[in-house]
């Protein structure tokens, strides 16, 4: 399996880098920008090097084999939300209101980056409550990310979102990005 796949494989000791208080409140900051449709400073969180994923079908899938729900390079994170920004997607018309809930944040360890720095891996658990015109819906998973601290402090470089029920049918996509 691929690094992207597999992500307990490879890790070393958390990088010296590290502040809890500063993860935290990135990943919370992270949660109210997608919340609160900030798609500029969702957007400017990414590195260059960027992926977001969402499988489908289980955790531990091979997304160039199977299908996901998302698959996006930066590239594809930054047409996406130019596509949404422009108030077209009529799949996510009215959009709608959502806060999401952290929780069981756990660092995980370090990854070497391309940039042969470490890049930190940690996982929350998470609960999104959408509240749409045809009703509600609680989602509920869990996310890895992997944060790259730079001159401009931290940065997203990599996140997975697996949704608690993700072999199921998904009835609106309206709180992923």
């Known amino acids: 399996m691929s690094a992207a796949v597999d992500s307990a494989a490879g890790l070393?000791?958390?990088?010296?880098?590290?502040?809890?208080f500063e993860v935290e409140q990135f990943l919370f900051r992270e949660a109210r920008y997608a919340d609160e449709s900030d798609y500029d400073a969702w957007e400017a969180l990414w590195t260059d090097d960027a992926l977001y994923w969402v499988p489908a079908n289980g955790a531990d899938t091979d997304p160039r084999r199977e299908m996901s729900v998302i698959y996006d390079n930066r590239s594809r994170i930054r047409t996406r939300?130019?596509?949404t920004r422009t108030g077209r997607r009529f799949a996510a018309a009215p959009a709608s209101h959502l806060r999401r809930l952290l929780s069981n944040i756990e660092f995980l360890g370090g990854r070497t980056n391309p940039d042969g720095g470490l890049d930190l891996e940690v996982a929350a658990n998470f609960?999104?409550?959408?509240?749409?015109?045809?009703?509600?819906?609680?989602?509920g998973?869990?996310?890895?990310?992997?944060?790259?601290?730079?001159?401009?402090?931290?940065?997203?470089?990599?996140?997975?979102?697996?949704?608690?029920?993700n072999d199921r049918p998904i009835p609106t996509l309206g709180f992923l990005i």
């Open 81 to 83: 939300l130019k596509q």
């Open 127 to 139: 609960i999104v409550f959408e509240a749409r015109a045809r009703g509600n819906h609680l989602w």
């Open 141 to 165: 998973g869990r996310a890895t990310y992997r944060l790259r601290h730079g001159a401009e402090g931290l940065r997203l470089a990599y996140k997975k979102v697996v949704l608690t029920d």
């Open 12 to 20: 070393s000791p958390i990088p010296d880098w590290v502040d809890r």
